[in-house]
């Protein structure tokens, strides 16, 4: 987290993070259109690197929920996984709807924190 | 998927690049931007509660517009990881738009459109104009897909920047509890979107293996933990899948 104290270089240096970011997310888009038509989708490059991006999506949530860096690092533990508990009964249960469980979810949290008067 | 099936029979036929080009704007517009707008609106809070400032929020979304990279991206840099560590890991987040792109092209493809076209509209390419794509487009004229597919996902991206200043702006407005359920928007979208979306067995290996690895390993080497998680179970999880296709002697896609 930063802390307040942003300096000239704080301010210019995330829109240096978010160019390399940016490029770094286009170059597949780029990518994909050069080897449309040549390269086999079913093939076992493919495979693998759909494998290591669903590996790294599924690392990332999971942090993201367990470790969270940001604000919700104030938010007990067992709250979040409470949240995210509803948030999927509530998918599986409303006819696999995304909407429906992130809204469960987000709900959940907030009336949990609610309930457990302000966090940090 | 998030946006439900919309009754696009064979052979649909909008007249003309223009009116497909508004018809996907205007599907767009529906429930597709009220999922994601929700989404982007938990990014805005997100950059506001690290302590950059709306034009980060903006500028994220303009350039990057996937948003998982995008969280990533934030969430590292909140923690001050090094550049070429979150460079990383938001190119490998963000892997997945490579098969989209291969996927999309040849049905998008069309007569007399210049190379530079299809780099440009790839830009747009995210998963819910790739989904909406991808069922809509085989139905239309060839030379309607590409307008159809660039209106749905130009609207999209409009919703989202707006999404973001919004999110960005409430996030200081609202309650602190409240800022808390927006931010919280982001991860349980994502794991429902990969819940939603994991049919392959070894994709859904890969992502047990990410969901256990990715917590343990960020204890150990916190700045490569989600370049080592994302290599380490994908590639484990995509062995594991051969051998057993291989033993088994076929396919279990």
Known sequence: MTDG???EAGIWWPFVVMIAGAAATYVWRALGVALSGRIDPEGPAFDWVACVAYGLLAGL??????QPSGPLA??????RAIATAAAVAAFWLLRRSVM????AGAVTLVVLVLLSGAPG | MATPPIKARIGTDFGSGRRAALVGARRAL??????????FIGFGALVQQVGLNVWHALFSTATGWAL?????????????????????AVGLTNARLLP?????????????IPHLVYYLAAHLIAVTGWVAAMRDCPHLPVAQRLPYFVGFAS????VTLVATALGFALAGAVPREVTLGLVFINPIYFMLLLVADLRIGSRILAAVFGALLGPLSYLVVPDWSLLLTGVTAGTLAFAIGRLHRHRTGRRHD
Request: aromatic share 2%.
């Open chain 2, 68 to 88: 998982p990279g995008q969280v990533a991206l934030v969430e590292l840099y909140a923690l001050g990881t090094p550049l070429l560590s979150i460079t990383l």
């Open chain 1, 61 to 66: 949530i999971a942090r993201m929920i367990l």
């Open chain 2, 155 to 158: 609207a999209l991206w409009c």
């Open chain 1, 100 to 103: 429906l469980g992130v809204g």
């Open chain 1, 74 to 79: 104030d938010v007990a533990l067992a709250h």
């Open chain 2, 30 to 39: 529906g429930t597709p931007s009220v999922v994601l707008g929700a989404s």
């Open chain 2, 100 to 112: 989209m792109a291969i996927t999309l092209l040849p049905i998008v493809r069309a007569p007399r």
């Open chain 1, 5 to 7: 104290t942003v300096s």
